[in-house]
């Protein structure tokens, strides 16, 4: 069996062999049940859309900007929960409108947009209180400290440092 580092499996993986390796690594640690428990749905829910995305080439970061590569840096930019509750609502609309609307990058690209299926996102959101309906009603700061731990956690992992 060959290893491969989380930058090797972000860009060119699919979900179930990212996830494996997560997982293995959360089992290897030291971090309580709580924490491993909470961190691999983040993970389901932010793969679920970051991977077709990159399967679309229309990566693109919290700020609109477009990437050419899921990396660990972008994988972990879109942990924190008001950017993945942003990201439901560009998502979509633009499922609404078939194409990708609200980023940066150039039209062309846009408009080669396949729409994703949400269900994963929307169910983990569901799960923090975060409304889908309205973009402007806020969640409990509660659920968006607790996605800091989950967070950090993430960024040791992703970044070999467990």
């Known amino acids: 069996m060959q290893l491969h580092s989380m930058e090797t499996l972000l860009k060119q993986e699919n979900s179930e062999a990212i996830l494996g390796a997560i997982s293995s690594t959360l089992e290897r640690s030291d971090e309580a049940p709580f924490w491993r428990q909470k961190s691999l749905p983040l993970c389901e829910a932010i793969l679920s859309i970051l991977l077709p995305l990159r399967e679309q ?26 950017s993945l509750k942003t990201l439901a609502f560009i998502l979509t609309a633009s499922n609404k409108e078939g194409k990708l609307v609200r980023t940066k990058l150039v039209s062309e690209r846009c408009n080669t947009y396949q729409p994703i299926d949400l269900e994963i996102l929307g169910t983990y959101l569901s799960g923090y209180s975060v409304n889908l309906i309205d973009e402007w009603i806020d969640f409990p700061i509660t659920n968006y400290n607790l996605h800091i731990g989950m967070t950090s956690l993430l960024t040791r992992i992703l970044e070999g440092n467990i």
């Open 57 to 82: 080439n229309l990566l693109f970061d919290p700020e609109g900007n477009s990437h050419e590569v899921l990396t660990p840096k972008l994988f972990l930019r879109w942990c924190d929960l008001l």
